[in-house]
């Protein structure tokens, strides 16, 4: 059983940075795979970043490479998500998942086992 907590949504103007964190338990985190996802009112739940389990490979959706930084600290059981320069684009509720690192898919949430409620960011013009 595992359960993840996000934290530290909240409002900002553009061109502002706001850091998420998703707070995980269980004995079996330093194997997870870990994502966040992104989903706005009537919108589909869309890919933002993951990172492998030992930190060393991190992906990125085009829409925020450059400005979004995933990064995991094992002995915390913690993952980030640092947004920088945001856009009101980014308005959505974040949402933190996490599986079992096979290697592949990190972008499709259907490789992730656990998901977390969610945290609001708003980014206003």
């Known amino acids: 059983q595992v359960q993840l907590v996000e934290s530290g949504g909240g409002s900002v103007q553009a061109g502002g940075a706001l850091t998420l964190s998703c707070a995980a338990s269980?004995?079996?985190?330093?194997?997870?795979?870990m994502g966040w996802f992104r989903q706005g009112p009537g919108t589909e739940r869309e890919f933002v970043a993951a990172?492998?389990?030992?930190?060393?490979?991190?992906y990125y959706a085009d829409s925020v490479k450059g400005r979004f930084t995933i990064s995991r600290d094992n002995a915390k059981k913690t993952v980030y998500l640092q947004m920088n320069s945001l856009k009101p684009e980014d308005t959505a509720v974040y949402y933190c998942?996490?599986?079992?690192?096979?290697?592949?898919?990190?972008?499709?949430?259907?490789?992730?086992?656990?998901w977390g409620q969610g945290t609001q960011v708003t980014v206003s013009s």
């Open positions: 998942a996490a599986g079992i690192d096979s290697g592949r898919d990190y972008s499709t949430t259907g490789r992730y086992d656990y």
């Open positions: 269980g004995r079996t985190f330093r194997i997870y795979a």
């Open positions: 990172i492998n389990w030992s930190g060393g490979s991190t």
